[in-house]
Nanobody
Framework: QVQLVESGGGLVQAGGSLRLSCAAS????????MEWYRQAPGKQRELVAT???????NYADSVKGRFTISRDNAKNTVYLQMNNLKLEDTAVYYC?????????WGQGTQVTVSS
């Protein structure tokens, strides 16, 4: 089993920045990639960014150039640096970890962008 705990959400004005953290514990050696998802009210959960064990990254078009996913293997932590936040970035952000047979989720952290 893998446990994921997100932190760093909050209220920020449009144009501001936040950094989300996701601390992993448990059988983390089984994890192949880490992801950030988000879910806005009334919308489906969407993939925001991914990072592989080798450090390769991918981003949703809506956040390219504004968000950066990174990982600190020594701390078993994945980050999502979010810059130039927009109103439409308001959502609950979830960290996930994927192995070959399982997908693990954190509890989510709320990000609210105000005008």
């Amino acid at each position: 089993q893998v446990q994921l705990v997100e932190s760093g959400g909050g209220l920020v004005q449009a144009g501001g920045s936040l950094r989300l953290s996701c601390a992993a514990s448990g059988s983390i050696s089984s994890i192949n990639s880490m992801e950030w998802y988000r879910q806005a009210p009334g919308k489906q959960r969407e993939l925001v960014a991914t990072i592989s064990t080798g450090g390769s990254t991918n981003y949703a078009d809506s956040v390219k150039g504004r968000f950066t996913i990174s990982r600190d293997n020594a701390k078993n932590t994945v980050y999502l640096q979010m810059n130039n936040l927009k109103l439409e970035d308001t959502a609950v952000y979830y960290c996930s970890g994927s192995s070959f047979i399982n997908k693990y989720w954190g509890q989510g952290t709320q990000v609210t962008v105000s005008s």
